[in-house]
T-cell receptor
Framework: GAGVSQSPSNKVTEKGKDVELRCDPI?????LYWYRQSLGQGLEFLIY????????KSGLPSDRFSAERTGGSVSTLTIQRTQQEDSAVYLC?????????????FGQGTRLTVV | AQSVTQLDSQVPVFEEAPVELRCNYS??????LFWYVQYPNQGLQLLLK??????LVESINGFEAEFNKSQTSFHLRKPSVHISDTAEYFC????????????FGGGTRVLVKP
C-alpha cells in the first residue's frame, strides 16, 4: 500500500486480556516507531526499530508492553493483561532512514478501549 | 531529555484572520523541531520542520515557523486562515542523533469560524 497501515482500526477488549496491534510500514522504510495518544498523556513515544539494531524500548510504560518487528517489515505491539489506563490510540510511523531529515509517515492508528 | 510546551490548548479564530500557535521546548542537546497537523478523523501529517540553516521555515499551505534558539521557541504562524485549517497542531522535537524519536507537545486545537 501507499501508506502506513494499522490493524485493527478499533479494538475493544476486556480488562486482563492480551491484545496485539499490527503495523505495516511503507515498503522500503527501515525505521519504525510506535506512539500512544491518550487524553491524559498526549502523544508519547513507545518504541523505535531501526534496521537490524536492537530496538529503543525506552518509552514502554511497563513490562506488560512488548513489540517485535519480523523480517524488518511488519511490527506487532502486544499488551498483556490490559488495564483501563491502556485505553488510547496507538500510532505507528515509519521513515526511510534513521535521521530526522527523513520524514516520518504515520498510520491512522488503532483505537484501543479496555472495558 | 526534552520537553515541549504548547501554551494554548485551544485557539478559536475567524476565517481570514491571522493565527499564532506557541511552542517552547527545553533540551540539554541540539534538537530538530517539527510541527505536525492532525485533521479531523485523519492521521498525523508533517507540516514543516527545522533541521538547520535558515531559521524561518515554510509549508506549502501558507504556514511558517521561526526557530528562536535564545528563546527556545518554534512558534507557528499563518497570516490568513481558512476553514480547512481547522485541526489539531502538535509541536515536536527530536535529538539530532535520535531519528524520528519525537517528543510532542500537548497539542493546540484550532477552530476556524466563518
Amino acid at each position: 500500500g501507499a501508506g502506513v497501515s494499522q490493524s485493527p482500526s478499533n479494538k475493544v477488549t476486556e480488562k486482563g486480556k492480551d491484545v496485539e496491534l499490527r503495523c505495516d510500514p511503507i515498503s522500503g522504510h527501515t525505521a519504525l516507531y510506535w506512539y500512544r495518544q491518550s487524553l491524559g498523556q498526549g502523544l508519547e513515544f513507545l518504541i523505535y526499530f531501526q534496521g537490524n539494531s536492537a530496538p529503543d524500548k525506552s518509552g514502554l510504560p511497563s513490562d506488560r508492553f512488548s513489540a517485535e518487528r519480523t523480517g524488518g517489515s511488519v511490527s506487532t505491539l502486544t499488551i498483556q493483561r490490559t488495564q483501563q489506563e491502556d485505553s488510547a490510540v496507538y500510532l505507528c510511523a515509519s521513515s526511510r532512514g534513521q535521521t530526522s531529515s527523513t520524514e516520518a509517515f504515520f498510520g491512522q492508528g488503532t483505537r484501543l478501549t479496555v472495558v | 531529555a526534552q520537553s515541549v510546551t504548547q501554551l494554548d490548548s485551544q485557539v478559536p479564530v475567524f476565517e481570514e484572520a491571522p493565527v499564532e500557535l506557541r511552542c517552547n521546548y527545553s533540551s540539554s542537546v541540539s534538537v530538530y523541531l517539527f510541527w505536525y497537523v492532525q485533521y479531523p478523523n485523519q492521521g498525523l501529517q508533517l507540516l514543516l520542520k527545522y533541521l538547520s540553516g535558515s531559521t524561518l521555515v515554510e509549508s506549502i499551505n501558507g504556514f511558517e515557523a521561526e526557530f528562536n534558539k535564545s528563546q527556545t521557541s518554534f512558534h507557528l504562524r499563518k497570516p490568513s486562515v481558512h476553514i480547512s485549517d481547522t485541526a489539531e497542531y502538535f509541536c515536536a522535537v527530536s535529538e539530532r542523533a535520535a531519528g524520528n524519536k519525537l517528543t510532542f507537545g500537548g497539542g493546540t486545537r484550532v477552530l476556524v469560524k466563518p
